[in-house]
């Protein structure tokens, strides 16, 4: 029998690390071993601590393995410190194994860090140049070429998969196989090994339960080379393991389940049936649900269908932005009405097809207006969208905001980082109705920001979307983000304001909130990058708005395709 090693962290909760490792060597017909790097606390719904394993003791577990037991071959995966990295690479250097499978295991499913910032360097110098094949993911691998201030630090497409594997491969590599289940529609694997580029295409399964995909994919690779086979046919065959695994996924826990590692067992005897996905020839590395797939082309369709219906959407906005509010509702093809006498609220909800509430220009008149149509929205199932402008400049203003949010079921709440932070619960910045914080493109801040996002919308069971630099959507369970738009949109009064009416539109057209939200914003951000081109010499913030209305009244499914820039995170 063929031994394999796996060097990893392990994983509580069995769906990833090495105990998806072992599960994985044993599938495929080889004995498994471990070194362990690191203690990990998590389960389905994330990871919560980290306990790092000494150095020397990992240095330890590697001579006990290979002063006693042929090693053919080795899988790596989570490496956190710079003192564990050096511990590997000295004792993969001693004794000098074959068929090295490195995973650079960065950041988990729930987004937590797993591999400190100040390692990456040392994991690129010290790890990568002794792997026999690299299996990063496209955030991976983006992070990995950020840190080296490479000439391509973005993957948008399955060109620069392409470039970024080269860059990769120059950092002393046999082969790179990156993975781009990250990318919108079908999932395309690129596999370099120096002289040709090999393309795997597969169909998306429809699953939440990815957890663990990436350690079970290298570890089959690991298992395949031991027994064996090229590279080509080592990559060809995990791939097949993977979707498998993934099509009969284990619906285990409240957040993202593992794969079934052991489903040919399961198989035979009797424990699983035949699935609709079991004729699928290649696999899929990083599969989510088809019906929660939002690429640039489905929201273009969402278009149409919101012109096709003319939606009314109901308004209870501020004074400010009243007139840009409507004019936008009415250039995306939606009918705007702006109502919010207590007399009338409820009857006008119950005619609308959406409603839209802003704090912007509070009074208790208005308030009251606000958690009566609120209310009855609730009570007819017609969906609810709120702007929390100003949350956290004055007490007031928060203390209404939550009152809201307390009494009244939410379909999507869109606002800056401040005003999220506020509701949420965390002290903030806020200069009147301005955010004093950005969504910082920092890593670290980023995963926070994103976790800060995930957890506000589980607790509420609503959609959260943050608008910025960078804009964060998500229902809790799936996270998106989306980076169209201009710097100059902050120089305009109202384009939050116009962009949670647009979310307004768009959820009166249909019944996926989160496809709403990602819809309006990116609508939006086009609108924003659009509307500068359009600028003259003399243009301006004035022109600007113009602009802004211009391009959404000419929006197509097709700028909408060709111009959204949404990420699945």
């Known amino acids: 029998m063929k031994n394999v090693l796996t060097i990893a962290g392990s994983d509580c909760s069995g769906g990833a ?119 990063p993911n496209i955030p991976e691998a983006e992070e990995i070429l950020r840190e080296v201030n490479a000439e391509i630090t973005s993957i948008k497409t399955v060109e620069d998969m392409e470039k970024a594997a080269k860059e990769i491969y120059k950092f002393g590599c046999k082969n790179v ?62 791939k097949d393991y993977i979707t498998k695994a993934i099509i009969h996924s284990l619906d285990i826990g409240h957040g993202v389940g593992p794969t079934n590692h052991f489903y040919e067992l399961y198989k035979k005897a009797g424990l699983i049936t035949e699935h609709p996905y079991d004729d699928i020839e290649e696999s899929v590395c990083a599969p989510y649900d088809n019906s929660l797939t939002k690429s640039p082309k489905d929201i273009g369709k969402l278009l149409s269908k919101l012109r096709g219906k003319s939606p009314l959407v109901h308004h ?73 402008v100003g949350a956290g400049a004055t007490p007031y203003r928060t203390k ?24 949420y619960g965390i002290k903030t910045q806020t200069k009147g109705v301005d955010s004093v914080e950005s ?12 976790k800060l996002a995930m957890d506000f919308a589980n607790k509420l069971d609503t959609i959260i979307a943050i608008t ?24 305009v009064t109202g384009t939050g304001c116009m962009c949670t009416s647009l979310i307004g539109s768009y959820l009166g057209s249909g019944k996926d909130n989160l496809a709403a939200a990602l819809a309006g914003v990116v609508s939006m951000g086009i609108a924003g990058e659009m509307a500068f081109e359009r600028l003259d010499k003399c243009g301006g913030s004035g022109s600007l708005k113009v602009n802004i209305l211009d391009v959404i009244y000419n929006l197509s499914e097709e700028v909408i395709a060709k111009r959204g820039k949404i990420y699945e995170d």
């Open 17 to 135: 690390g090495i105990q998806a490792d072992l599960k994985t060597f044993s599938a495929n017909g080889v004995y498994g071993m471990s070194v362990i790097t690191a203690v990990t606390v998590q389960n389905t719904t994330g990871v919560f601590d980290v306990q790092d394993i000494d150095a020397n003791i990992i240095k330890s577990q590697i001579d006990a393995i290979f002063t006693d037991i042929k090693v053919d071959s080795v899988k790596i995966g989570m490496v956190s410190k710079v003192d564990t990295i050096n511990a590997i690479s000295e004792k993969l250097k001693e004794y000098n194994p074959i068929n090295v499978v490195l995973d650079p295991v960065m950041i988990s499913k729930s987004g937590y860090s797993l591999l400190k910032p100040e390692s990456k360097k040392t994991l690129i110098t010290k790890l990568i140049p002794l792997a026999d094949i690299i299996t």
């Open 177 to 238: 196989l990156l993975k781009g289940g990250h990318m919108v529609g079908d999932a395309i694997d690129i596999l370099y090994d120096g002289e040709e580029f090999f393309h795997f295409h597969s169909e998306r399964i429809p699953t939440k339960n990815t957890h663990g995909t990436g350690c079970t994919l290298s570890s089959a690779i690991a298992s395949n080379l031991a027994l064996g086979f090229n590279m080509h046919d080592s990559v060809t065959k995990a």
């Open 316 to 388: 209870i906005t501020n004074y400010v932005t009243v007139n840009d509010c409507a004019n936008i509702t009415l250039a995306i093809g939606a009918s705007p009405v702006m109502a919010d006498d207590i007399n009338e609220v409820e009857d006008m909800v119950s005619i609308a097809s959406s409603l839209v509430l802003n704090i912007g220009t509070l009074n208790n008149r208005t308030v009251e207006s606000i958690i009566l149509a609120g209310k009855k929205a609730n009570e007819l199932n017609i969906p609810v969208v709120l702007d929390p």
């Open 400 to 423: 209404i905001a939550k009152k809201i949010m307390e009494e009244i079921k939410l379909s999507v709440i869109r606002g800056n980082l401040s005003e999220i932070k506020t509701l």
């Open 439 to 450: 969504i910082s493109s920092n890593e670290n801040d980023f995963i926070k920001t994103k």
């Open 468 to 491: 910025g630099e960078i804009d964060i959507i998500t229902d809790g369970k799936h996270i998106y983000s989306i980076k169209n738009g201009h710097e100059i949109m902050s120089k």
